[in-house]
């Protein structure tokens, strides 16, 4: 099969034409006369030519591209919330451009520099290590919507959930079952989202008086390993508890199959609580507990943010509620 460019002469001369009038039908650029317009038209549906926007774009100063940094492209959650991204973009101009973080400040900074050497027009941050006053800067570069992040300084920029709130409701659901000594294995520390899941659970059990077992804390990577290490750290610590939160789901199907091979029941036993709410939650054994995160939303109203930024400069971040998902890994204590 023989492919063709086809050229602007190409459409000329099909619709019996100048190139100047293609060219302003193609770009919208002055009114054309309906009959030529319909005959070019017709010229580029018989040839079958697609505009090239990248062209079109670089000259008038854009890549019609947005850089998207992703943190784990693997994870189920960064991948639900580049689905809503890629979603959200079908309709526009504009093609994405992944890149993945790794978790590491200093890799999220290389593949920065990588996409701005591209010269995308706006950039979607997910997550991640880099400090608030880097990501300010960056802002007075380019265009930028943060997802998964509060920040102070680019509160109206950023997409999230109250992570606090979702981690009390939820260690607040086990406190309610009649669980006092709940463990709980935290995400990296340094990650925003982990310190105020940790900062929740904490203050949930402050306020009915259950106090703080800081041997109950074992700090994990929002790994599925780190919840197989957890539960292991805990149960050699010899500490009794009767649940456990976990800062995501992958970290709490670690826990269940370290407590599977201990012959430890859920939820007779321990009862176990994730975050996230990723598709395969619903389809363990038990079917897991968990605080559901709008992944696929907060992608999509991300990318709808920055393509208002980008067209008019006006865009709406609506706020998004995390909802507690209850299923049959939590049981009453007696």
Same mark, same amino acid.
């Not at 006092?180 to 925003?192: K, S, V």
């Given at each position: ?32 006369? =309906? ?26 100063? $854009? ?33 994405? !451009? ?42 007075? &570069? ?7 992040? &509060? ?51 904490? $203050? ?19 790994? #599925?390993?780190?919840? !197989?290490? #957890? ?27 370290? %407590? ?17 709410? &990723? ?8 079917? %897991?507990?968990?605080?559901? $995160? ?17 067209? =008019? ?10 909802? %507690? ?10």
């Amino acid at each position: 099969m023989e492919f063709k460019n086809v050229t602007i002469q190409d459409i000329a001369e099909t619709a019996n034409v100048s190139k100047s009038t293609v060219s302003r039908v193609i770009n919208n650029s002055t009114p054309v006369a =309906e009959k030529k317009r319909k005959a070019v038209l017709a010229a580029m549906d018989k040839l079958n030519f697609q505009p090239n926007i990248f062209a079109r774009g670089l000259a008038g100063g $854009q890549s019609m591209t947005i850089g998207i940094v992703t943190q784990n492209i693997g994870s189920p959650f960064y991948d639900s919330v580049a689905q809503g991204i890629i979603s959200a973009l079908r309709d526009s101009v504009y093609a994405p !451009v992944f890149v993945d973080g790794e978790w590491k400040s200093e890799v999220e900074e290389e593949v920065i520099g990588t996409l701005l050497g591209r010269h995308v027009d706006g950039l979607i941050v997910v997550g991640g290590s880099l400090s608030e006053e880097k990501l300010v800067q960056l802002s007075k &570069q380019k265009p930028i919507i943060v997802v998964a992040r &509060q920040l102070e300084e680019l509160s109206d920029q950023c997409v999230f959930i109250d992570n606090f709130e979702a981690a009390y409701q939820a260690t607040r659901f086990l406190i309610d079952a009649g669980h006092e000594n709940i463990a709980h294995l935290t995400g990296i520390r340094r990650h925003q989202d982990a310190t105020r899941r940790f900062k929740g659970y904490c $203050q949930a059990l402050t306020d009915a008086n259950i106090e703080l077992n800081p041997d109950l804390v074992i700090e994990g990577n929002f790994s #599925g390993q780190s919840g !197989v290490m #957890g539960v292991e750290s805990l149960l050699m610590r010899g500490h009794s508890f009767t649940a456990i939160f976990t800062a995501n789901d992958e970290m709490a199907y670690g826990a269940r199959l370290a %407590l599977y091979r201990k012959g430890i029941r859920v939820p007779e036993d321990i009862s176990i609580i994730g975050f996230d709410d &990723q598709p395969n939650s619903a389809f363990i054994t038990p079917p %897991l507990t968990t605080v559901r $995160q709008p992944a696929l939303e907060m992608g999509q109203a991300a990318a709808k943010a920055l393509v208002g930024m980008l067209a =008019e400069g006006e865009y709406e971040i609506s706020p998004l509620k995390a909802d %507690l998902v209850i299923r049959e890994s939590v049981s009453r204590r007696r």
